[in-house]
Structure formats: C-alpha cells, structure tokens
C-alpha cells in the first residue's frame, strides 16, 4: 500500500514537471531557451528534472540559484519575474510619488544581463532606473540608493558561491536589504507572479 502511494506521488510530481517543461516550449518564450530544453531533454533528462520540479524561491534577501533554463534556475525569466513582483510593492508602497531604483552588479557570468533585465522590467513598470555602467561593489549600491533618493535598490551578484551560479539582491531606500515588513511583503508580491507568461516581453532578449 505504501509502495503505491509513493509510486503514484512519484508520477504525480513527474507529471506536473512534464506540465512545465511543455508550457515553456509551446509557450512564448526565446527560441534558445527551447532548444536548450530540447537538448537537456535528450542528453541530461535529470538535470531538465531539477531545474522544473520546484519555482525558484524569492527569500528574504532576494533569488539565489544555479543559472539555467527553467523554473528552478536563475534565468531572465524567474528574474523578471522577482524584478515585477518587487516593482509591484514598490508602487504600491510609494504611490503618487516619483520612484527611483538603482542597479548594480559583479563580474560574474551573466551578472550584467540579469542586472539590464531587472532594469528593464521596472522601466516597464514606470520606475525610474539607475544602472551602473560598470562593476561596483555592493557597499557602493547602498551609496547610491540614499545619495539618489531612491525607493529601492537590486544587485546582482553570485556573492561566494560557485560559478554556476548567480544572485538577485534586493534592497530599500535606507540603502539595506530588505528587512520586515518589506521583505516578506515582497516575497508575498512576487508569489503572486504565477504565470511567466506575463513576462512575454522578455522573450526577444537575448
């Protein structure tokens, strides 16, 4: 009887992950993104498992993940994501007032797109945008957002973890990441960001 529960609670996850993988390939995302699941599908199909099994988590201090495409995986998508959710609060906190966000970002490995990504999503969002031109150091990030009067802050960063992976920060206007209520309020908004769709407009990025 257990032997049966488990089982069918196996394909029950299994099935969900195959849900996910088919709304990303037949859903409107980059062309590269499917073909990198196209090729995980036939040469790493566990690797495909993991980075669909579970959405990757908004913490209190921001995403953190292995990058790559999927759910689980920290890519222009589930950083859109994260970026939405967070602009989302901060209009809401700030309603009827100009708001100001800056970005930094390290020399890691895709550190510069996720920070022009994030970028973007908040334009989009009628928040006004200042991104470092280069690398800086995060102390610097906290600099800027009290010096610019800004509501809030991001940087991207893998911090000391290993090279396949990177990080998304997110900060208030006292120039400090995100403490409560604001870090739990955000997780909340970004919670709500289901349907990646939403982000369609990513998909000509590259």
Not at 85 to 114: C, T
Not at 123 to 135: E, M, S, T
Request: aromatic share 10%; hydrophobic share 35%; charged share 25%.
């Amino acid at each position: 009887m257990a032997e049966n529960t488990q089982k069918d609670a196996s394909q029950q996850v299994a099935q969900q992950v195959q849900a996910k993988i088919d709304s990303w390939l037949n859903g409107n995302y980059d062309d590269q993104t499917k073909a990198e699941i196209r090729r995980l599908q036939k040469e790493d199909p566990t690797d495909l498992t993991e980075a669909f099994y579970k959405d990757l988590e908004f913490g209190t201090g921001g995403l953190r993940g292995i990058m790559g495409v999927g759910t689980n995986r920290m890519n222009k998508y589930t950083v859109g994501m994260a970026t939405q959710g967070f602009a989302n609060y901060l209009n809401q906190s700030f309603a009827g007032k100009e708001i100001k966000v800056a970005i930094a970002h390290d020399p890691r490995n895709n550190s510069r797109f996720f920070a022009e990504t994030a970028a973007g999503v908040f334009a989009a969002n009628g928040i006004k945008v200042f991104l470092f031109d280069d690398l800086r150091p995060t102390p610097e990030l906290s600099f800027a957002i009290r010096y610019l009067g800004c509501q809030g802050g991001v940087v991207c960063t893998a911090s000391h973890n290993p090279k396949e992976y990177n990080g998304y920060k997110a900060y208030w206007d006292d120039g400090a990441q995100l403490v409560p209520p604001h870090d739990v309020n955000v997780m909340d908004e970004v919670a709500k960001i289901k349907i990646l769709e939403m982000l369609s407009s990513l998909a000509g990025k590259t």
